[in-house]
């Protein structure tokens, strides 16, 4: 094994980040509990109750799937907040990472499967957030102008060892704007909070094998031109 194949690799922090992978992956293949970690992780420590409202189940629903994503570790009681009448839960990790590059760990058939289960919830999330953002537009009006917001793509023709050096720098770059930030949620006490000159955003990242060479795509808009 190579050292841009070896795991983990060398900006990963586990006591930041959670490992999924085909073997343990199935307690986050769920709709459910997907939504309720990402809430957690995005907007800070909540109720099961409060999470219920936002999730659109009940409270026993929600308590069954916290209580499934804490025995995976990805879930945790927060005891500064907690009381006798309210457990407070908060995610456990400041994000979480799946690879498929944990030696022993690629998984059988059944196992691919609850993997490409999440994924697929995975990119749901990142195509409802450009499509939000793309269609909104219209409404910010002259306010487009100013935006630092982009979208697009860039073609390339790659090796495996020249894909895997291009993420580990892409990786490294975001890393240096997420200094700040360590360790804390986005939402409320998190460092959006902090004045009006700072926006939350999320920074989406796909290197994909293009195996149809574009012929599925939505048009040739792409290039390094491709901007919004």
């Known amino acids: 094994m190579t050292e841009h194949e070896a795991w983990p690799p060398s900006w990963f922090d586990p006591e930041r980040y959670a490992t999924l992978t085909p073997h343990n992956v199935q307690a986050l293949a ?5 939504a309720l970690l990402r809430l957690l992780r995005e ?5 099961a109750s409060g999470l219920a ?22 879930v945790v009681e927060d005891e500064e907040l907690g009381n006798r009448r309210d457990r407070w839960w908060k995610a456990a990790h400041e994000n979480v990472t799946f690879t498929l590059r944990v030696p022993d760990q690629h998984g059988d058939a059944e196992q691919l499967e609850t993997a490409a289960r999440y994924l697929r919830m995975v990119a749901q999330v990142g195509h409802e957030r450009v499509l939000g953002y793309v269609n909104g537009l219209p409404e910010r009006g002259a306010e487009v102008a100013e935006l630092p917001w982009q979208l697009g793509y860039i073609d390339l023709s790659l090796t495996y060892a020249e894909a ?9 770059a975001v890393a240096a704007f997420r ?8 939402g409320p006490g998190g460092p959006d909070a902090e004045g009006p000159e700072r926006h939350r955003a999320v920074f989406q ?20 031109g491709a901007t919004a």
Do not use: C, K, M, N
């Not at 094998?209 to 808009?221: L, Y």
């Open 43 to 47: 907007d800070g420590p909540a109720t």
């Open 205 to 224: 990242y796909q290197l994909l094998p293009d195996d149809d060479g574009g012929a599925g795509g939505a048009g040739a808009a792409g290039g390094a």
């Open 53 to 74: 409202q936002r999730v659109g189940h009940s409270s026993g629903v929600t308590s069954y799937h916290l209580r499934t994503l804490a025995d995976a570790g990805l």
């Open 179 to 186: 200094r700040d930030q360590a360790g804390r949620a986005r």
């Open 164 to 172: 895997r050096e291009l993420s580990a720098r892409v990786v490294e």
């Open 30 to 34: 769920h709709p459910i509990r997907f």
